[in-house]
Nanobody, 125 residues
Framework: QVQLVESGGGLVQAGGSLRLSCAASGRTSTPYGMGWFRQAPGKERTFVATIRYNGGTYYTDSVKGRFTISRDNAKKTGYLQMNSLKPEDTAIYYC???????????????????WGQGTQVSVSA
């Protein structure tokens, strides 16, 4: 089993920055990819960014150039640096992991095996 705990959410003004963290514990010794997703009130959970076990990254178009996903394997922690935040970025942000090798980028929530509890990000205009 794997446990994921997100932190770093909060309330910021438009144009501000936040850095989310996702700390993993448990069975994390095999290669895994990490994804960040978000869910706004009344909407489906959607893909934000993902990082493969070897560091390759992929983003949804709306956050390219503003968000950066990274990971520190020694600390078993992933990060999502969010700059130039907009009100439409307001959502609960979730991290998730999927065990796999290969070069695929997984962007569907159903592809991921373990999830954190989420952290609220609110951006005021």
């Amino acid at each position: 089993q794997v446990q994921l705990v997100e932190s770093g959410g909060g309330l910021v003004q438009a144009g501000g920055s936040l850095r989310l963290s996702c700390a993993a514990s448990g069975r994390t010794s095999t290669p895994y990819g990490m994804g960040w997703f978000r869910q706004a009130p009344g909407k489906e959970r959607t893909f934000v960014a993902t990082i493969r076990y070897n560091g390759g990254t992929y983003y949804t178009d709306s956050v390219k150039g503003r968000f950066t996903i990274s990971r520190d394997n020694a600390k078993k922690t992933g990060y999502l640096q969010m700059n130039s935040l907009k009100p439409e970025d307001t959502a609960i942000y979730y991290c998730a992991i999927k065990y796999y090798y290969g070069t695929t980028y997984y962007t569907a929530p159903r592809d991921y095996e373990y999830w954190g509890q989420g952290t609220q990000v609110s951006v005021s205009a």
